[in-house]
């Protein structure tokens, strides 16, 4: 069983960047595809990007547009995600998960580890 860990986030200004990291404990996280969602208050919860074991294969939500990247370091067991031009309607609690399946996936059900959250809120 994998334990996900994440850290990065923040309040940014409207046009910044920030770095969200999902460290993970317990196993080894090369074994699993990561994904990472988001939900804001009174909202579902919503695809952001996800990598498969190799890194091979990405995805990202219709709104990422370019501005974000998924990536991971398999011998630090983290996968992170640098958001790029944030705009208010990023304010959310984004979420690491992790799933034994072998491509990616935008489905929330897929995925049967999830770390806490942690807030992003972007200023206008």
């Known amino acids: 069983q994998v334990q996900l860990v994440e850290s990065g986030g923040g309040l940014v200004q409207a046009g910044g960047s920030l770095r969200l990291s999902c460290a993970a404990s317990g196993d080894t996280l090369r074994s699993y595809v990561v994904g990472w969602f988001r939900q804001a208050p009174a909202k579902e919860r919503e695809f952001v990007a996800a990598?498969?074991?190799?890194?091979?294969?990405?995805d990202y939500g219709d709104f990422v547009k370019g501005r974000f990247t998924i990536s991971r370091d398999n011998d630090k067991n983290t996968v992170n995600l640098q958001m790029n031009g944030l705009n208010p309607e990023d304010t959310s609690v984004y979420y690491c998960?992790?799933?034994?399946?072998?491509?990616?996936?935008?489905?929330?059900?897929?995925?049967?580890?999830w770390g806490q959250g942690t807030q992003v809120t972007v200023s206008s």
């Open positions: 998960a992790a799933s034994l399946v072998t491509y990616v996936s935008d489905q929330s059900y897929k995925y049967m580890y």
């Open positions: 990598i498969t074991q190799s890194g091979n294969m990405i």
